[in-house]
């Protein structure tokens, strides 16, 4: 017997055909499908969660379609210096409210678009631009332009697209310009570091409050737990408009722009972490007493290591949903405030401090390209709403549905 069994340990077909004996003769019934050899042999592949998370989402189109969205619009955001045609501080006072400048392609001029030459109606002393044809623009890519520092670490003067050669009269606004001749495309690059970088660090406090502050609510209970949620009663019942005209009342002008930035995330964070609280406490209120909670608090685990390494880590996907679903908030936040005039300033430059030209109507009906930020705002939103409802279908990666 013991000679048999080291046979079959040491020949694996012999095993596989010994166990198909054993199937169709003894264990099987009649109608049993019989397996071959080398699906016997087969090991099942284990996956992780995560993994079946990632598949998942991989089905869900449109979510994967904004992640590469939001992608593109973060790495635009990281090398703003190098994708803007212009400085932050480029300017052309003769071009003010130059119309957008479409690209042309032709065998004479290649990629091209045609300078802007003003005009003023001696009437009604309003500007308007035309054409002139006489004078192409050459454009390309990866063209010499002003220098710049990248990243603060190097001086460098390629950008990505532009003009050829800047001179005088011949400026290129592929989105068109403002009131002071500054080129709309550049600003939106700049204005997306700061507006997509606001949702970020905004969204890590709360995190951290929401996560913290939510999981010793439900897992304490008793008089903690009543506490805490009476403080987040109380934080939500604060209407935010005037919250926001206290703030802006508050916060001193002579501030630096980086100071005033961390102010507005830091005030941003404080508003929004009450509801990823919420989530985690009620969360922690269902799994605190499973079984695997219990066994580890009997064999001597610490509240902190049960709370944070055991429970949380069992709907760490939920809580990367909700976090999703929460960065288009902060950046509306971000926007109105500076919109207002209650958050960020001049010279600091994002999308809520580039729709401050739009608080005239007249200017928005003469002049529809300085609307230009909403666009991108709605983009941003759509995006992370898109790919928070693909995050929450994925979450459970055995649903049916």
Request: hydrophobic share 50%.
């Amino acid at each position: 017997m013991v000679h048999g069994a080291c046979r079959v340990a040491t020949h694996l077909p012999l095993a596989a055909c010994a166990l198909r004996i054993f199937h169709l003769h003894v264990a099987a019934p009649a109608n049993t499908p019989v397996l071959a050899p080398a699906e016997l042999s087969r090991e099942p592949v284990a996956r992780s969660q995560w993994a079946l998370i990632g598949e998942r989402l991989a089905r869900h189109r449109l979510a994967s379609a904004s992640l590469f969205l939001l992608a593109a619009l973060y790495l635009l955001a990281a090398g703003a210096e190098f994708f803007a045609p212009y400085t932050r501080s480029w300017r052309d006072l003769s071009h003010a409210y130059c119309p957008p400048q479409l690209p042309r392609l032709s065998l004479a001029h290649g990629l091209h678009a045609f300078a802007m030459r003003s005009a003023v109606d001696p009437l009604s002393f309003k500007r308007t631009y035309l054409e002139d044809t006489a004078q192409p623009i050459a454009l390309g890519f990866f063209v010499r332009g002003e220098p710049y520092r990248l990243w603060n670490l190097f001086t460098w003067d390629r950008h990505f697209f532009g003009p050829r050669e800047i001179s005088a009269g011949a400026t290129f606004y592929f989105l068109g310009a403002d009131k002071y001749g500054e080129d709309i495309f550049s600003r939106l690059v700049y204005g997306s570091r700061i507006s997509l970088s606001v949702g970020l660090v905004s969204i890590a406090v709360t995190f951290f409050l929401g996560l913290t502050i939510g999981g010793v609510s439900g897992y304490v209970g008793g008089a903690t737990d009543l506490v805490i949620q009476r403080v987040i009663e109380i934080v939500n019942a604060f209407p935010q408009i005037p919250l926001w005209l206290a703030f802006g009342a508050v916060l001193p002008a002579e501030w630096s722009p980086l100071s005033t930035y961390f102010a507005i995330t830091l005030v941003l964070s404080l508003l929004g972490w009450t509801g990823l609280a919420r989530v985690v406490r009620g969360k922690i209120l269902a799994l605190r007493e499973e079984d695997y909670a219990v066994a580890a608090r009997l064999l001597g685990a610490s509240h902190a290591r049960i709370l944070f390494r055991h429970l949380v880590p069992g709907f760490a996907s939920h809580i990367i949903v909700v976090l999703t679903l929460s960065v288009p908030a902060m950046i509306l936040g971000e926007t109105s405030l500076s919109f207002l005039g209650l958050g960020l300033r001049s010279p600091i430059v994002s999308w809520g401090v580039m729709l401050q030209d739009c608080l005239s109507i007249q200017n928005v009906a003469n002049y529809p390209w300085l609307l230009m930020p909403v666009v991108l705002i709605v983009l941003t939103v759509l995006c992370f709403n898109f790919l928070g409802d693909g995050l929450r279908d994925a979450a459970d990666p055995y649903s049916n549905a």
